[in-house]
């Protein structure tokens, strides 16, 4: 079983459409995030939420909405998708805690917007 | 935010060498944690650092977790050819990973 599964792993779509990634975490983490990885492989948080509860929202567009029906689901619609939204977004969980704790990542969903 | 400034950028390894990496960030972080990325793949959690000073192995992976709280050192000992790839620290604070730039390890000819 795959503790943290996003789907699709591939999404080619064109300029202004909407599109959603769909995440799903196995392993009764409290807090899951998303993270967006660029084409020199930086990785940049997106969002956590913790207990289905937005945490942190590092300046991302309002274009990006994420959606946390459970505590096991973290899923990410985007509007009106650009060229530069373009990138690889990965999903991950953790038990949560300000203090940290061991964070595992999906598999990634590599978006392409042409 | 809360820059890591991790280096060498990108090492080359001879089958059977020590290699070192580091992260180094002007903040404090609760957990230190190292992560390697395989191409077409997700970052897989290598070691979890949670003490300042705390060394923790990992088969050929060693990491420490600085004194300071603000570094954090990976070494892999004895090299294969299946260490190369992307290796990535993380400091984690208050629901957040802050990533370095990554270290790309790659088999010298």
């Known amino acids: 079983d795959t503790a943290v599964s996003q789907t699709p792993k591939y999404l080619v779509t064109q300029m202004g459409n909407d599109k959603s990634i769909k995440c799903e975490q196995n392993?009764?983490?409290?807090?899951m995030y998303w993270y967006k990885q660029d084409s020199k492989k930086f990785l940049k948080i997106m969002f956590s939420?913790?207990?289905?509860?937005?945490?942190i929202n590092e300046t991302v567009p309002n274009r990006f909405s994420p959606k946390s029906p459970d505590k096991a689901h973290l899923n990410l619609h985007i509007n009106s998708l650009e060229l530069g939204d373009s990138a690889v977004y990965f999903c991950?969980?953790?038990?949560?805690?300000?203090?940290?704790?061991?964070?595992?990542f999906g598999q990634g969903t590599r978006l392409t917007v042409v | 935010g809360q820059q890591l400034n991790q280096s060498p950028q990108s090492m080359f390894i001879q089958e059977g060498e020590d290699v070192s990496m580091n992260c180094t960030s002007s903040?404090?972080?609760?957990?230190w944690l190292w992560y390697k990325q395989d191409p077409g793949e997700g970052p897989v959690l290598l070691i979890a650092?949670?003490?300042?000073?705390e060394l923790t192995s990992n088969g050929r992976l060693t990491a420490q977790f600085g004194i300071t709280r603000k570094d954090s050192f990976l070494n892999i000992s004895a090299s294969i050819p299946s260490d190369v790839g992307i290796y990535f620290c993380?400091?984690?604070?208050?629901?957040?990973?802050?990533f370095g730039a990554g270290t790309t390890v790659t088999v010298r000819a």
């Open positions: 903040s404090i972080f609760n957990t």
């Open positions: 993380a400091g984690q604070n208050d629901y957040k990973l802050s």
């Open positions: 392993l009764g983490h409290d807090t």
């Open positions: 991950a969980s953790s038990q949560g805690g300000p203090l940290g704790s061991e964070a595992f």
């Open positions: 939420y913790n207990n289905k509860e937005l945490i």
């Open positions: 650092l949670y003490k300042a000073g």
